[in-house]
Antibody, heavy 118, light 110 residues
Framework: QVQLQESGPGLVKPSETLSLTCTVSGGSISTYYWNWIRQPPGKGLEWIGYVYYSGGTNYNPSLKSRVTISIDTSKNQFSLNLSSVTAADTAVYYC????????????WGQGTLVTVSS | QSALTQPPSVSGSPGQSVTISCTGT?????????VSWYQQHPGKAPKFMIY???KRPSGVPDRFSGSKSGNTASLTVSGLRAEDEADYYC??????????FGGGTKLTVL
């Protein structure tokens, strides 16, 4: 059973860049689509984007100008960078696997809360 | 504001059935048979319960069923149990936007 684990700072200052890493264990990252999804406190889910194992990416149009997702297959990790953050970017950030066949997220990390505050 | 519209809350007594709706447009729910449903307990990551409108992954009880009519998808939970109390989110493939989610529905088992 593949497992995903998010890591990174829990506090980021406004206007700075939020950076998170997802480590995949129990399986290879060299297939499937690897996603970031966020959930502001008390609110719904928002898809941020994905990186394919080959390095191809796709981002939510509403965040595209600020998002970069990359992958390191040698470390079985993929990462999220979100620039110019504001308080509206405060959320629990999840990494998740998408098999690519039915647009579903079948494996999720536990999530990590990132707060944007000075 | 979420792309897909769900009722904020629904409730039912143990053993009863409840249905949660998810309304989108012809660009998402109505245009593709790629509607999924996720269950999320407090403090936990979402778990996918239904995919491709009505298919259940292994391990999901057959008390959970999905359907779609036009731009509205539905999740029905039959034979309600205490452990079904959770937030439920729908999602849909949306073409160039990839995937959009609903705002979530809190299911309360009375």
């Amino acid at each position: 059973q593949v497992q995903l684990q998010e890591s990174g700072p829990g506090l980021v200052k406004p206007s700075e860049t939020l950076s998170l890493t997802c480590t995949v264990s129990g399986g290879s990252i060299s297939t499937y689509y690897w996603n970031w999804i966020r959930q502001p406190p008390g609110k719904g889910l928002e898809w941020i984007g994905y990186v394919y194992y080959s390095g191809g990416t796709n981002y939510n149009p509403s965040l595209k100008s600020r998002v970069t997702i990359s992958i390191d297959t040698s470390k079985n990790q993929f990462s999220l960078n979100l620039s110019s953050v504001t308080a509206a970017d405060t959320a629990v950030y999840y990494c998740a696997r998408d098999r690519g066949d039915a647009y579903i997220f079948d494996q999720w990390g536990q999530g990590t809360l990132v707060t944007v505050s000075s | 504001q979420s792309a897909l519209t769900q009722p904020p809350s629904v409730s039912g007594s143990p053993g009863q059935s409840v249905t949660i709706s998810c309304t989108g447009t012809s660009s998402d729910v109505g245009g593709y048979n790629y509607v999924s449903w996720y269950q999320q307990h407090p403090g936990k990551a979402p778990k996918f319960m239904i995919y491709e409108v009505s298919k259940r992954p292994s391990g999901v009880p057959d008390r959970f069923s999905g359907s779609k009519s036009g731009n509205t998808a539905s999740l029905t939970v039959s034979g309600l149990r205490a452990e079904d109390e959770a937030d439920y989110y729908c999602s849909s493939y949306a073409g160039s936007t990839y995937v959009v989610f609903g705002g979530g529905t809190k299911l309360t088992v009375l």
